[in-house]
């Protein structure tokens, strides 16, 4: 089972600020099999970027994804007051579905 | 626009089994480019997958939840279900549930979720 671990836990930032986070996995695996997620309070998580680095219908392009093998990263190039929330990055192996714990993005 | 609704017992007791239904609107349970599924969140940590479903039945389970899980399909109903046995406080958790995609694996949509308490 691929485990991922993401980073920094919190990132505090203000807007306008470009946001980097890490997802981080035990083993390599192919690129078309990550995802990132945005989570606010209360509500469903949303679907932001898969196969490492397509934008989900209706995502600005502030958001990017990239990365390969065990190392993906999410950029959000400069921080809007809406994109303060959780993200998750998740992998697909063996038809199964994993997460990772989350990265806080939080208003400094 | 594909909705997903979540439905079924929000207060548990240890032991019981957890049923909770989801229906689609706007969106067909027998699609073959997609299948449908579970995902779990405790308050204030993060995402656990349950488990899915294909509309021809082929089930995948989580191997931490596997042998207490059951996933169903009823597409004359445009409904799925999940079932989870011998629930502890540890069971509970907002769950959700998704339609996910196949070819480019993602969960495109989630339902609102419900919380479900397991207590004494």
């Known amino acids: 089972e691929i485990v991922l671990t993401q980073s920094p836990g919190t990132l505090s930032l203000s807007p306008g600020e470009r946001a980097t986070l890490s997802c981080r996995a035990s083993?390599?695996?192919?690129?078309?099999?990550l995802a990132w997620y945005q989570q606010k309070p209360g509500q469903a998580p949303r679907l932001l970027i898969y196969?490492?680095?397509i934008r989900a219908t209706g995502i600005p392009d502030r958001f990017s994804g990239s990365g390969s093998g065990a190392e993906f990263t999410l950029t959000i190039s400069r921080l809007e007051p809406e994109d303060f929330a959780v993200y998750y990055c998740?992998?697909?192996?063996?038809?199964?579905?994993?997460f990772g714990q989350g990265t806080k993005v939080e208003i400094k | 626009q594909l909705q997903l609704q979540e439905s079924g017992p929000g207060l548990l007791k240890p032991s019981e089994t957890l049923s909770l239904t989801c229906t689609a609107s706007?969106?067909?349970?027998?699609?073959?480019?997609?299948?449908w599924g579970w995902i779990r969140q405790p308050p204030g940590k993060g995402l656990e997958w349950i488990g899915a479903?294909?509309?021809?039945?082929?089930?995948y389970y989580s191997p931490s939840l596997r042998g207490r899980v059951t996933i169903s399909v009823d597409t004359s109903k445009n409904q799925f279900s999940l079932n989870l046995s011998s629930v502890t406080a540890a069971d509970t958790a907002v769950y959700y549930c998704?339609?996910?995609?196949?070819?480019?694996?993602?969960?495109?949509?989630w339902g609102q979720g419900t919380l479900v308490t397991v207590s004494s």
């Open positions: 998704a339609r996910l995609a196949f070819g480019l694996p993602r969960i495109d949509y």
């Open positions: 706007g969106g067909s349970i027998s699609s073959t480019t997609h299948y």
């Open positions: 479903i294909t509309s021809s039945r082929s089930t």
């Open positions: 083993q390599s695996f192919s690129s078309s099999y």
């Open positions: 196969a490492a680095s």
């Open positions: 998740q992998q697909y192996g063996n038809s199964l579905y994993s």
